[in-house]
Nanobody, 116 residues
Framework: QVQLVESGGGLVQPGGSLRLSCAAS????????MAWYRQAPGKQRELVAS???????AYADSVKGRFAISRDNTKNTVDLQMNSLKPEDTAVYYC??????????WGQGTQVTVSA
């Protein structure tokens, strides 16, 4: 199995920055792609950013130019640098790992609140 633990969430003012981190443990060799999702109250969980094992990244249009995803395969971590935060970025952010095992892995989530 794979376990994911997020950290770095919190309260930030509009225009501010946060860096989320996700640490993976377990059967690490089974992990291929990783991603950050978010879910706001009353909304579907949405893909924010994804990154392949080789480093290729993709972003939702709403965060392009503001967020950056990165991974360190030697430390088994994936980070999300969030800049120029907006109130609409408020959500619970979840780390995700695609695995060669039967099920993908999800973290428990970390709350990000952007408010003046």
């Amino acid at each position: 199995q794979v376990q994911l633990v997020e950290s770095g969430g919190g309260l930030v003012q509009p225009g501010g920055s946060l860096r989320l981190s996700c640490a993976a443990s377990g059967i690490i060799f089974s992990i291929t792609d990783m991603a950050w999702y978010r879910q706001a109250p009353g909304k579907q969980r949405e893909l924010v950013a994804s990154i392949l094992r080789g480093g290729s990244a993709a972003y939702a249009d709403s965060v392009k130019g503001r967020f950056a995803i990165s991974r360190d395969n030697t430390k088994n971590t994936v980070d999300l640098q969030m800049n120029s935060l907006k109130p609409e970025d408020t959500a619970v952010y979840y780390c995700y790992a695609l695995s060669t095992l039967r099920y993908p892995a999800w973290g428990q989530g970390t709350q990000v609140t952007v408010s003046a």
